[in-house]
């Protein structure tokens, strides 16, 4: 009887120790939509653009690559591939600018990089990563869209 009561109790802690870490605000279905696990976490591949081999004196030529780089970035933000991208300051390394990439492994990662014509170009370069971060990260796109004054 006593360690039947021991193991009673134990189970009640255990179950009352998670209940106290359930988030109350979770939203199941959202949660699913996003491709969130239990943390509210996913996978994602983290993208550093940095300079690349080649080297373009002139600018018409550079300005067109770096037009399509900029299309290319809406065009995979659009898609649902790409949920940041942005630039780095000037560094000490080659670093350009950084993708998170809404993918889960650095195989899938290449072919998408390689629709950019700053990178198929040579122009940039890049290294991959996986990154495993927030599921929500997404969603901040839509409000990106009405805050920004003037596009790139």
Known sequence: MKKALILFAIISIATIS???NVNPSYNKALADSLGADDYGMKPYVLVILKTGPTKIEDKKKLDSIFRGHFNNIGRLAKKGDLV??????KNDKTYRGIFILNI???EEAKPLLNTDPAVSSGVLDYELFQWYG???LPMYLPFSEKIEKTKP
């Open 18 to 20: 998670r209940a106290q």
């Open 84 to 89: 940041v991208a942005g630039p780095l300051k």
């Open 104 to 106: 889960k492994t650095i």
């Open 134 to 136: 927030s599921a929500a």
